[in-house]
């Protein structure tokens, strides 16, 4: 599975560039493919982490979407109960992808 990915993405890079960097390489995507794994390492579904965090339901689809549509307020409300530090921000936006 993780040749097919690679080869995936290489894919898209070659081929389609502006579709790569809106998946995989956008500042929402990244925090999306984060929000997504903490949220995978705690007990919350979709909804639980919305009603804890004060956003919608739609705004945590949203944001493990990648969809940049997303206020900073949100971001911030869902890294506060996902507990997600300045630090891990930094590294998922420096890290290769």
């Known amino acids: ?34 929000v997504f794994a903490k949220r995978m390492q705690t007990d919350f579904t979709q909804q639980g982490l919305a009603d804890e965090a004060g956003v919608t339901f739609e705004a945590i689809t949203k944001i493990e979407g990648g969809n940049s549509s997303i206020t900073m307020s949100d971001y911030q409300k869902v ?13 998922v936006l420096t890290e290769e992808i």
């Open 1 to 34: 599975m993780g040749n097919f990915l690679k080869e995936s993405k290489e894919f898209l890079k070659n081929n389609s560039p502006e579709l790569y960097e809106t998946l995989f390489e956008s500042v929402a995507a990244r925090f999306g493919r984060l």
């Open 79 to 91: 890294f506060k109960v996902l507990k997600i530090a300045n630090e891990e921000l930094a590294e």
